[in-house]
């Protein structure tokens, strides 16, 4: 167990719908990123957060949003969905100071786009 | 951008034996860091070991060791004394230190461990 938690873990949703997943980090962690995994695939990062701050960006279509709030749990958004948009969504934190450079990753969120 | 490589889509090996599996990964960098992460059937990601750029010295974790050849930008995870739990895939992770420190993944080896 990571640490990180992520709910919910399977989501089963039709085209054209709006869902929001859910992750908090590690205790103590301020940095919280977003993974998409599609079937067979690698990891491609989303979105970083620090602190409440956007840091970083990857592959995120305009259609998905996120933002980490006061208590640093983070949440990410995603709208329209596709067919396409079935995927496992991973969220990660990691530390500051020490081992800041190492992501612990939770149990994933699984979607499925009917 | 960075790049990570794993050239071996699938390996396998025999319970108790050793395997190596290899990434390679393209930088311009010189301070960064490297990982492995297992992925079992769960589909958890886990943390199996990292290296310090910076570090000679090759990451060991129990049976897991790496291979880490800075020049060659290689860095290649060897299994020692296969289990079946170790089945599952495994990914190779770069972590920049220069672009909101994001994780840049190959594309994975799914590993079979055979009894």
């Known amino acids: 167990d990571s640490g990180v938690t992520q709910t919910p873990k399977h989501l089963i949703t039709a085209t054209g719908q709006r869902v929001t997943l859910r992750c908090s980090p590690r205790?103590?962690?301020?940095?919280v990123y977003w993974y998409q995994q599609s079937l067979d695939q690698g990891l491609q990062f989303l979105i970083q957060?620090?602190?409440?701050?956007?840091?970083a960006k990857g592959n995120i279509l305009e259609r998905f949003s996120a933002q980490q709030f006061p208590d640093l749990h983070s949440e990410l958004n995603l709208s329209s969905l596709e067919l396409g948009d079935s995927a496992l969504y991973f969220c990660?934190?990691?530390?500051?100071?020490?081992?800041?450079?190492?992501?612990?990753f939770g149990p994933g969120t699984r979607l499925l786009v009917l | 951008a960075q790049t990570v490589t794993q050239s071996q889509p699938e390996m396998s090996v025999q319970e108790a034996e050793t395997v190596t599996l290899s990434c390679t990964y393209d930088t311009s960098e010189s301070d960064y860091y490297l990982f492995w992460y297992k992925q079992p059937p769960s589909r958890q990601m886990i943390l199996v070991i990292r290296?310090?750029?910076?570090?000679?010295q090759n990451a060991t974790e129990n049976r897991f060791s790496v291979n880490f050849q800075k020049a060659a930008k290689s860095f290649s995870l060897k299994i020692s004394d296969s289990q079946l739990g170790d089945a599952a895939m495994y990914f190779c992770a770069y972590r920049s230190q220069n672009t909101g420190n994001q994780f840049y993944f190959g594309t994975g080896t799914s590993l079979t461990v055979i009894p």
């Open positions: 957060y620090y602190n409440g701050e956007e840091r």
């Open positions: 290296q310090e750029a910076y570090k000679q």
């Open positions: 205790s103590g962690d301020l940095s």
């Open positions: 990660a934190s990691s530390p500051s100071g020490r081992n800041q450079e190492t992501q612990y």
